[in-house]
């Protein structure tokens, strides 16, 4: 699983999520001027100057590579639609859908990685269900519930290799369709 951008970078910029690469970067321009260390006396005030333009700077470079990358008629969609829309077709047992709809969202946060990491198991996917739910436990350290389900995730990666276990999931394909 790719490394995600843990904030909004468009939000550092004081952007909104569409906006497009010329405006990511007239944006990023003037956020240096106000914050750039040279502007400071004091040097208590030229350190948080530079640790603020290097957090400028790499929520630059994730802005402006999201924004290159946005393909034509792809529909992105709050972060809070997109959770909307993936419980409700979880709860179809549309689990390929639901993934689709948190993929239309740049930004996650813990209940993204919580969600993605229930569908991703629901697919039988564990490594990858094991890696959000990793991901939702960093941001909620102390969530009981994320734990349980990175737990299940290792357990289920470890099983998912023996006989009894390949039986069980060809017997559930099998007559779950019926």
């Known amino acids: 699983m790719a490394v995600l951008y843990r904030t909004n970078p468009f939000r550092i910029l004081g952007l909104s999520t569409g906006a497009d690469a010329q405006t990511v970067r007239n944006a990023y321009r003037q956020r240096v ?16 100057a530079q640790e603020q333009l290097v957090e400028l700077n790499l929520a630059y470079e994730e802005a402006l590579k999201q924004a290159s990358q ?39 946060d813990h209940e993204w990685f919580y969600l993605h990491g229930s569908i991703m198991m629901g697919l039988r ?18 969530n009981r519930e994320y734990r349980a389900q990175a737990l ?20 559930q394909d099998t007559f779950k369709k019926r």
Request: proline residues 4%; contains cysteine; charged residues 35%.
């Open 33 to 48: 001027k106000a914050c750039h260390p040279d502007r400071f006396a004091d040097p208590e005030q030229q350190k948080k």
């Open 152 to 171: 299940e995730a290792a357990l289920a990666m470890k099983n998912c290799h023996k006989l009894d276990f390949k039986v069980k999931a060809w017997f």
């Open 125 to 142: 996917r564990y490594e990858e269900a094991h890696a959000s739910f990793r991901e939702a436990i960093k941001d909620e350290p102390d």
């Open 70 to 108: 946005r393909r034509v008629g792809f529909n992105q969609i709050p972060l809070g639609e997109a959770k909307h829309f993936a419980k409700r077709l979880m709860e179809q047992g549309n689990l390929q859908s639901a993934l689709c709809q948190l993929d239309r969202t740049v930004e996650r």
